[in-house]
């Protein structure tokens, strides 16, 4: 049997430019995202006791997309037939979720079983308890939740319809 390690994620607005997100990875190490709104990225890493971070990240928005597809354990397959293979792309996307969705009252399980791999639930950040992530995937659905989701591209209109209603 598995033990999880909580994650602590500390989420900061920035004001005309985006948010940021420091997640403490343990007591030693932070990793720092900033979410630009021009789509950019740019991740940094902090060892505790130190202001300046010892590395700076950069990335576009498609560098960015790419990252976190990896980070959720998208796979990409190599062609050695020297032909291009379509792929269709992991989309992360939050959702917020309507009181006429079909997902109110259900689990994110129940709700998004239909899709099988092809979607993840990530987190659902609640209304009442904004800056708690929650990991249970087994809390009912309710009108205002937020749901963060990876998805291929392709199922990403029936998963917002799904949650949203629309």
């Known amino acids: 049997m598995s033990t999880r390690n909580p994650i602590n994620v500390h989420e900061q607005l920035l004001p005309g430019l985006g948010q940021r997100f420091d997640v403490e990875l343990d007591?030693?190490?932070?990793?720092?995202?900033?979410?630009?709104?021009?789509?950019?990225?740019?991740?940094?890493?902090?060892?505790?006791?130190?202001?300046a971070p010892n590395a700076v990240i950069?990335?576009?928005?498609?560098q960015a997309a790419t990252v976190g597809a990896l980070l959720l354990g998208a796979q990409f397959t190599d062609s050695h037939d020297g032909r291009v293979h379509d792929v269709d792309p992991v989309?992360?996307?939050?959702f917020n979720v309507t009181h006429d969705a079909p997902a109110v009252h259900r689990t994110p399980a129940d709700a998004l079983h239909q899709f099988g791999d092809d979607v993840v639930v990530l987190a659902?950040?609640?209304?009442?308890?904004?800056?708690?992530?929650?990991?249970?995937?087994?809390?009912?659905?309710?009108?205002?939740?937020?749901?963060?989701?990876?998805?291929?591209?392709?199922?990403?209109?029936?998963?917002?319809?799904?949650?949203?209603?629309?």
Request: glycine share 6%; hydrophobic share 35%.
């Open 124 to 166: 659902i950040v609640r209304d009442h308890t904004p800056e708690l992530v929650e990991p249970d995937l087994q809390l009912e659905l309710c009108e205002g939740d937020r749901v963060v989701v990876a998805a291929r591209r392709s199922r990403h209109h029936l998963v917002a319809r799904t949650l949203t209603g629309s």
């Open 91 to 94: 989309v992360v996307d939050t």
């Open 27 to 51: 007591e030693q190490d932070t990793i720092t995202v900033v979410a630009l709104r021009n789509g950019r990225r740019q991740l940094t890493r902090r060892l505790a006791g130190s202001d």
């Open 58 to 62: 950069d990335l576009g928005r498609e």
